[in-house]
């Protein structure tokens, strides 16, 4: 009974947090509010046995690409969001919270059916999750072709960013 | 030791990905509306991992850690737009690119 608390709290934080990200005015609040809902994210992934993704949640993302985001804001020396019109604001979030709603509608609905009961199974917590594991079924399994596509993607994006971001090459 | 159902789980990542889709449908900075689609991603990977445990498999981690490489470059290609962006416009507001009349 101690797990489920936890989660739902880790959770309720999360989503908390997720909506101060898409819902503030200020860029810097927004980026330190998606780095506490990666971190509370990344405790869920502990509560569900994922231990090698919490780790890589926790550098990668909370670390490496948080920190690309607020150096970027930084940089540019944002101010808050420039405030528009009344009428055009409530426009576009009309429509826009249509569409969200209807888009969760439509999860929600899909949730309800088939998994409302299905039974958690017996995994083994001393192996399963970790970068044992993992890294066995990355590089020995049916992925260490997809493994270096991602390492040409990477290796891409780092070419392409610079391209886009250099006064002169 | 009693762990967290399934359900809870997708519901959690299904709150997130609605969040996230309303953030990216309704703000115009485009710095936010980045971090809105990372929003969505990060509630995707919780619903792989969460299928991954419920299967006894590992596949959904090795996706999620996929998803995150994707995320990396999305990101590192993305701000470098908006820097290009910034220094050509002055603005992150999405409602400025009208040039292709989208």
């Known amino acids: 009974m101690f797990q489920p608390v936890l989660f739902y709290l880790f959770s309720l934080v999360a989503i908390v947090a997720g909506l101060v990200v898409v819902s503030s005015r200020n860029p810097i609040t927004s980026a330190l509010s998606l780095v506490a809902c990666f971190f509370c994210l990344a405790a869920d992934y502990v509560l569900l046995d994922a231990h090698f993704v919490a780790v890589i949640q926790v550098l990668v993302y909370a670390g490496a690409i948080m920190v690309l985001f607020i150096f970027v804001i930084m940089l540019l020396n944002l101010r808050d969001d420039i405030p528009v019109p009344l009428g055009d604001i409530s426009r576009r979030s009309m429509v826009g919270l249509a569409v969200a709603g209807l888009l969760g509608v439509g999860v929600i609905t899909a949730l309800d059916r088939s998994i409302a009961d299905a039974k958690v199974p017996d995994i083994n917590a001393a192996t399963y999750g ?8 990355l590089f020995g399994g ?28 | 030791m009693e762990s967290v159902g399934l359900l809870p789980v997708l519901a959690v990542s299904a709150t997130l990905f609605i969040t996230g889709a309303a953030g990216v449908l309704t703000r115009r900075n485009a710095l936010i509306v980045f971090m809105s689609v990372e929003l969505m991603l990060n509630a995707v990977n919780l619903a792989f991992v969460a299928f991954s445990r419920q299967a006894n498999t590992i596949d959904g981690h ?7 490489a994707v995320a990396a470059a999305e990101a590192a290609v ?5 820097i290009l962006l910034f220094r050509n416009r002055v603005t992150v507001s999405l409602d400025d690119l009208n040039l292709m009349k989208g």
């Open chain 2, 62 to 68: 090795v996706f999620a850690i996929f998803v995150m």
């Open chain 2, 78 to 82: 993305g701000l470098a737009l908006v």
């Open chain 1, 142 to 169: 049916a992925y260490t072709l997809p493994f270096e596509v991602v390492s040409a993607l990477l290796t891409v994006a780092l070419v392409g960013a610079v391209v886009l971001a250099k006064k002169e090459i």
């Open chain 1, 130 to 137: 970790t970068i044992t594991q993992v890294g066995e079924q």
